[in-house]
């Protein structure tokens, strides 16, 4: 029987394909089953209903992606650089585990988990910021090396393939160490192939802006992924990259991106809830209703916990929250029936503009956003609703980067960072010419990219928790009125 | 500000780095500090993979440029902030091993990216000797004739096995 043909996977994306046993294995494992319960994008299914896909199905989808592109990889690449079927496997394995450490809701849940362990692990308390919850920081002198304060999802990911009896157990079944799964998707080993896994065109990236389309019935992720997964080589300095043939075909898919963001992941309900859950989570840590820390999270793999800390553990906590608290967290109490009951906190100011990079642009963004943040306590006076009922959001995207976040400037002036070998590489010769070299899209004068790295979007959005209508449009008179920066209008979401 | 970025800023001061990131250089030498500064048990939580200048966090490099982005726009929540006393004793044993040893002839910079490429080629990477000096020759050919007193350095400090 072929290798990667052990078992079917039916998918909605996809289609049929198929996966080893190594793979079935390790899908079958608590752990990774785990991932069914973690939803891909946080709230996002309470506006676009459909949009509830697991990374469990992500999951999948980008390890068959991965495979894809390795197999055009050895089709498009002369003979000296081609993958034999282990190292397929590793990479196929290191894209089906790269969400394994993701925490219930996401991003929502991460960022205030860092924020408020980091603070409490090694910041020296202030009154405005006591150790409150009763619990003891660590002694960093007594206990040696402890796990990180919190752990981000890819730190977590690794933990969990350290620890997990299960995993272990399946690798050691297949005799693949764990290092060696570590190595392929962490980039440890000099050499190897993790943009694959990791940077602007990855198999993740590719999976989900097609499987996010689908499921929110909206066309703006709809990129021509055959073309670009065809497309696939490596130069003669092991940069993974495409053919030229292809770079309309990725223009494309950076522009989708955008949308994506623009459309799906900033959508205003989207953005409101998704504020008040973070609000929510942040006061609940502080009070000690829920424990997130580098110690706790270890315990739970240790002990075979960690397969429930999904999406119903943080719905669960919400819900036994309510009748623990006290008479005078009415604010809190209300917020969580937001989150829990679909009630979205009003849309009060919104400013939106597509501008430069210059630092001008950036200043007047924070400008508008610190007026505001500083009226927010006036407002929550004169219209007596609690300020903690008030939440401000504001993001100043690049609408090209290179990686996650390093400015497309960088490569402008030559002084590369290193990250930026995670960008789009384009072939400047054939694929199969052994010293063929590779350069960055954003490079390309004629590429739509090298013209959008020079903006931004900047966002800047107040809501507050309201009962009805009338009060709203007296707080968004107020607002016009109190704010020496004119607001500008902003196109509406969708649905 | 976050709280992660002030404890980044907090973190890399207590090194004696400034945390700019105006040249490479800078952010080359604030990578491998705070490379350097978690292998004192104070583990902030950056992963690193290896790159053509060795080790390198794009987690770090995502919160370096959303903090630096902070200060230039005005933000000061650092200022009325400060480590506890446990990591700041922790990074102080982290420090000395930034001083240049007198007998080795490379900036602090450059010393950074020595100790922190020797030590994940060796402990990450889990390179023997050999494979991780010929690396190290072809990718860092200025830096390798100078791996004995990272070798040295590191095992003085219980860093490396």
């Not at chain 1, 990236?205 to 990129?223: E, I, K």
């Not at chain 1, 459309?263 to 205003?268: A, E, I």
């Amino acid at each position: 029987m072929p290798r990667f043909h052990f078992r079917r996977i039916t998918d909605a994306v996809h289609g049929t394909f198929g996966i080893s046993e190594l793979e079935s294995d390790i899908i079958s494992t608590r752990v990774f089953q785990r991932l069914h319960n973690v939803k891909q994008l946080g709230l996002a299914h309470l506006i676009y209903p459909d949009l509830n896909y697991s990374r469990f199905a992500h999951s999948l989808g980008a390890c068959h992606v991965a495979g894809r592109m390795m197999r055009s990889i050895n089709l498009n690449s002369p003979n000296n650089r081609r993958w034999d079927e282990d190292q397929i496997q590793l990479y196929r394995l290191a894209a089906l585990l790269h969400d394994l450490g993701h925490y219930p809701s996401s991003h929502a849940m991460e960022h205030v988990v860092q924020d408020y362990y980091k603070d409490q692990a090694y910041l020296a308390p202030t009154s405005g910021h006591g150790h409150t919850n009763g619990k003891k920081s660590p002694d960093l002198q007594e206990e040696g090396r402890l796990p990180p304060a919190a752990f981000s999802h890819e730190a977590l990911g690794r933990r969990i393939i350290d620890l997990d009896d299960e995993i272990g157990a399946v690798l050691e079944k297949h005799d693949i160490s764990r290092d060696d799964l570590k190595s392929a998707f962490s980039r440890e080993a000099p050499g190897s192939l993790a943009t694959l896994v990791s940077s602007d065109l990855d198999c993740d990236r590719l999976d989900y802006l097609m499987r996010t389309a689908r499921h929110a019935g909206l066309p703006y992720g709809s990129v021509d992924a055959e073309y670009i997964i065809g497309q696939t080589c490596v130069d003669s300095d092991g940069y993974v990259c495409l053919t030229d043939k292809a770079l309309r075909a990725v223009d494309h898919l950076l522009v989708s991106r955008y949308f994506d963001y623009t459309q799906v992941v900033f959508h205003k309900t989207v953005v409101g809830l998704e504020q008040v859950l973070r609000n929510v989570i942040a006061e609940l840590l502080q009070i000690g209703l829920i424990d997130c820390s580098g110690q706790e999270i270890t315990r739970m793999i240790k002990e075979g916990q960690f397969a429930y800390f999904d999406d119903h553990y943080l719905i669960e906590r919400l819900r036994s929250a309510i009748p623990r608290l006290g008479l005078g967290d009415e604010p809190l109490k209300l917020k969580i029936r937001s989150v829990l009951d679909r009630r979205p906190p009003k849309l009060v100011a919104a400013s939106e503009r597509i501008r430069g990079r210059e630092r001008r642009e950036r200043e007047d963004h924070k400008n508008l956003v610190d007026q505001m943040r500083g009226k927010i306590r006036e407002w929550a006076c004169d219209f007596q609703v609690d300020e903690s009922l008030w939440h401000l959001w504001d993001i100043s995207l690049t609408m090209t980067k290179i990686g996650s976040h390093i400015p497309v400037s960088l490569a402008e002036e030559g002084g590369f960072e290193d990250e930026t070998d995670q960008g789009v590489r384009i072939l400047t010769s054939d694929s199969h010419d052994p010293q063929c070299k590779s350069r960055l899209l954003v490079e390309h004068e004629f590429a739509l990219a090298n013209q959008l790295s020079n903006s931004n979007l900047y966002a800047i959005r107040l809501y507050v928790h309201l009962e009805g209508n009338a009060e709203r449009s007296r707080i968004e008179q107020r607002i016009r009125q109190d704010l020496r920066s004119p607001l500008r209008d902003r196109p509406s979401s969708p649905s | 500000m976050d709280s992660r970025h002030i404890v980044l800023k907090l973190f890399v001061e207590e090194l004696g780095l400034q945390g700019e990131i105006d040249s490479f250089q800078n952010r080359k030498n604030l990578q491998k500090a705070v490379y350097l500064g978690q292998l004192s048990g104070i583990d902030l939580g950056y992963r690193y993979s290896w790159y053509l200048r060795g080790p390198y966090s794009t987690g770090l490099a995502r919160d370096y440029y959303q903090l630096a982005e902070a200060i230039r726009l005005g933000d000061r929540g650092f200022e009325s902030r400060s480590l506890n006393d446990p990591v700041k004793q922790k990074l102080c044993f982290i420090k000395k091993l930034l001083t240049v040893p007198r007998d080795c002839f490379l900036s602090t910079g450059d010393w950074m990216e020595l100790l922190a490429s020797w030590h994940y080629l060796r402990s990450v990477s889990r390179s023997d000797e050999s494979e991780a000096r010929n690396l190290m020759e072809k990718q860092k050919p200025t830096l390798a004739p100078h791996i004995p007193h990272a070798q040295r350095a590191l095992l003085e400090s219980r860093l490396l096995g």
